[in-house]
């Protein structure tokens, strides 16, 4: 093509966008309606035969056809009928050679998927979100092909996955149809086609295959998109490749060279160098047993229990990996990764059992971060609340590492034991000299370790900085300020009993003065109830001394978790290249002698400088002020919460000491005048006793029990509150690090 002319009316030619076997592929875009198109012209070749020639008319012809027919969002849009006629024929008569009408098709703007597996921050894979996404594309386009249109793709690899993005939304769609062929079900095609390292052994060894050949690439793709690798010795001779994918056996989904034993192993699990969560893991690997099935007749299917016949669940077992949630939480003393399945079944009660399960204590917080739809914890959630979709592209610097984070208070948090990769172990020490494959793979690992170590800093400092935010939250709810808190209903209860406490020894002092009947007897009934009163007010003093404590440690409390939450420590650690990763992708892609020092060196820094900054006073001092923080705003919480109740219970005590006051004066006053002068046997008057008898007892039960217990208990609280304070302000350390 000449591009040298660069425009045909409002199309201007923009750049070449990728160069295949047989047709280049440009960009253009119409600059007067912003129309964005592809188009892919035959490659000249005059080396062809007039037979060879004949082919690849046919084949172009009917890709160009298919291209048009093939109406889904997961596979490049044919746009050939519906294109500028006169535009058409100007790309027609540059693909002068052959005469051939050039495929026009949707242009997709974010370029393939090789392009995204090269990138250096992928050397490990991809993320486990994209890794869905692509499958989920993948599975879509393969089954449409399949079942709607009789097709064969034949030639499935990154390079023909193409992606467009929307927003922030990525879309990948299959494109390049030029070994496509349509065959029935059971139709046995005999030309080997495809491309080395994806295609299915039977395309080699027999050259006799059918629609099945599509499950092997697409098993081979999903290989190399979660590890980076492909899966069966890419760096072998054919021969070698296919003679031992014959011998593998049906649970086999990789197979790697030991270099120093000379010899081939045989692996049913994915490589440990990835970015996966387990549960998805171990999904995918039993997925791929079927789908990298050595024998085509069976591939993508398994046996019936029911039935005991082979059925296809190529599909089907992969939308039920697809469709799982995954919930991904972090354990902030371990500084370990969890992930789980929740469903719609689960409940809370399993999910707090798992947990309880996989981390060892009973008593755990969970810390929502910031941003999460459930800002705040509540029995009536379940699991599957917890999860959240936008969270899982963790590309996203904005979107938190995890959905959850789980702390525990009474636990002090522990340097992990770092996973060293398996390459590293075997030949970092090698006397001789390594090929090719093996200094591939020990940079991945290398990368893998420096990557890994950074994440868990990361997911460490931002799950602290979330546990600060939180419990300041929670306090700042607890402020007088906001009406209806627990904390202003405390102080609120606290002066209404006052206030009673004082009307009932008024109302007492006033009786006395109001009445006429004199006598020793008289004088002790008022004596005693004036005792009465002087012990409510002798527990209210205490209940108000009580509640200058908690209004200080209240203060206190928000004010260290504020200082917490503003950390900068936290975001220097989350934003500082620790373990110098990015110093480290410098050296990937370059072929050099110094390949393998570079990686010992970037390792042996990475494991030297992880306990020094995991294990940083500065660390440690956050650490362990977030959560004396949060365990004396619980204390706080519980003594508010009992004092309410015991306030409550004086409350209905003094609400009864009232009527029983007031109906025994009622009484003396109607019976004083018949009986001024009549005792009972014990010198009492009988209406007076029987009238405060049963008061008697409830006061003195009350006074024993359990007020005077919970500020006796409070009092304790608060003392060793203190003395947490007092070791706080001693080990009062900068919040700043350095290099």
Same mark, same amino acid.
């Given at each position: ?24 592929? =440009? ?7 912003? &129309? ?34 093939? #109406? ?34 949707? !242009? ?106 599509? /499950? ?5 793709? *999903? $290989? ?7 899966? $069966? ?17 049906? %649970? ?97 009660? +399993? ?20 941003? =999460? ?33 789980? *702390? ?17 172990? %075997?030949?970092? +020490? ?22 890994? &170590? ?43 009993? =006052? ?37 409510? %007010? ?15 440690? /209240? ?23 620790? !373990? ?9 892609g370059i072929i050099s002698k110094e390949r393998l020092e570079a990686c010992k060196t970037a390792v ?16 440690? $001092? ?7 923080? #949060? ?13 309410? +109740?015991?306030?409550? &219970?004086?409350? +209905? ?9 007031h109906k025994t004066m009622v009484d003396l006053y109607i019976n004083g005048s018949a009986h001024n ?45 203190d003395i947490d304070d007092d070791v706080n302000k001693n080990n009062d350390l900068p919040a700043t690090?350095?290099?």
């Amino acid at each position: 093509m000449n591009n040298t002319m660069g425009s045909f009316g409002q199309w201007q030619f923009k750049r070449q966008l990728g160069r295949g076997g047989f047709g280049n592929v =440009h960009y253009w875009r119409n600059g007067e309606t912003g &129309e964005e198109i592809a188009t892919k012209i035959v490659k000249e070749n005059h080396n062809l035969s007039k037979d060879e020639i004949a082919k690849l008319q046919q084949r172009w012809r009917q890709e160009s056809e298919w291209m048009n027919q093939l #109406q889904t969002i997961y596979i490049v849009r044919g746009l050939n009928e519906i294109i500028d006629k006169p535009f058409l024929e100007y790309l027609t008569q540059q693909n002068a050679w052959l005469q051939l009408q050039p495929i026009v098709m949707e !242009y997709c703007n974010g370029g393939d998927l090789r392009a995204q597996l090269l990138l250096v921050e992928n050397t490990n894979g991809l993320i486990e979100y994209e890794v869905r996404e692509v499958l989920l594309a993948l599975r879509h386009a393969i089954e449409f092909l399949h079942t709607k249109c009789r097709i064969e793709h034949r030639d499935l690899k990154p390079d023909n996955i193409v992606i467009h993005h929307i927003g922030n939304r990525r879309l990948y769609k299959l494109t390049d149809f030029g070994f496509a062929r349509s065959t029935s079900e059971n139709t046995m095609l005999k030309s080997i086609v495809g491309t080395r390292n994806y295609v299915a052994p039977e395309v080699l060894d027999t050259a006799e295959y059918k629609n099945t050949v599509d /499950y092997w690439s697409m098993g081979v793709i *999903a $290989f190399e998109l979660i590890c980076g690798n492909l899966p $069966f010795i890419p760096h072998q001779q054919l021969f070698n490749i296919v003679t031992n994918i014959r011998k593998k056996k049906e %649970k086999c989904i990789a197979i790697t060279e030991d270099f120093y034993e000379n010899r081939y192993e045989f692996n049913d699990h994915m490589p440990f160098e990835n970015r996966m969560s387990t549960v998805f893991l171990k999904s995918i690997e039993a997925w791929l047993s079927t789908a990298l099935d050595q024998n085509y007749s069976t591939r993508g299917t398994r046996l019936s229990p029911v039935t005991m016949k082979r059925v296809l669940t190529f599909y089907s077992e992969l939308d039920s990996i697809l469709s799982q949630k995954v919930l991904t939480v972090f354990y902030l003393p371990t500084l370990t990764f969890y992930a789980y399945i929740v469903t719609p079944e689960m409940t809370l009660r +399993n999910f707090r059992d798992i947990i309880k399960r996989d981390i060892g204590i009973e008593n755990f917080i969970c810390i929502f971060p910031t941003g =999460h739809p459930r800002s705040e914890l509540s029995h009536t959630y379940k699991p599957l609340d917890f999860f959240v979709e936008e969270w899982q592209d963790t590309r996203d610097a904005n979107n938190p590492p995890v959905m959850l984070y789980i *702390a525990g208070m009474e636990t002090a948090y522990t340097i992990p034991t770092a996973h060293i990769p398996l390459y590293i172990k %075997k030949y970092f +020490n090698a006397k001789i000299e390594l090929p090719e494959s093996v200094l591939k793979i020990i940079e991945q690992s290398t990368h893998f370790l420096l990557s890994n &170590e950074q994440l868990q800093l990361e997911a460490f400092v931002c799950g602290l900085k979330e546990q600060a935010l939180t419990i300041e939250h929670q306090i700042f709810h607890y402020n007088t300020d906001i009406k209806g808190n627990k904390l202003e209903h405390y102080f609120h209860a606290l002066t209404e009993m =006052h206030g009673r406490v004082e009307q009932f020894a008024i109302g007492i002092e006033a009786a006395k003065k109001t009445c006429n009947m004199q006598g020793e007897r008289c004088a002790n009934f008022f004596n005693d109830w004036f005792a009465k009163a002087n012990k409510f %007010k002798a527990v209210m003093a205490d209940l108000e001394a009580l509640k200058t404590k908690v209004n200080r440690y /209240y203060k206190s409390g928000l004010r260290r978790a504020k200082e917490m939450a503003v950390n900068p420590i936290f975001d220097e650690l989350k934003n500082k290249d620790v !373990y110098k990763l990015k110093e480290f992708r410098q050296h990937l892609g370059i072929i050099s002698k110094e390949r393998l020092e570079a990686c010992k060196t970037a390792v042996y820094e990475c494991l030297s400088q992880r306990e020094k900054t995991i294990m940083c006073e500065h660390l440690k $001092f956050a650490y362990s002020t977030i959560n004396s923080v #949060q365990k004396e705003f619980a204390l706080l919480q519980s003594i508010v919460h009992n004092s309410l +109740n015991q306030l409550n &219970e004086m409350r +209905n005590t003094l609400s009864q000491s009232t009527v029983e006051f007031h109906k025994t004066m009622v009484d003396l006053y109607i019976n004083g005048s018949a009986h001024n002068n009549y005792l009972s046997q014990d010198g009492d008057s009988a209406t007076f006793v029987n009238g405060t008898a049963g008061l008697t007892g409830s006061i003195d039960e009350f006074f024993q029990f359990p007020v005077q217990s919970l500020i006796e208990e409070a009092t304790v609280r608060m003392m060793q509150m203190d003395i947490d304070d007092d070791v706080n302000k001693n080990n009062d350390l900068p919040a700043t690090i350095s290099d």
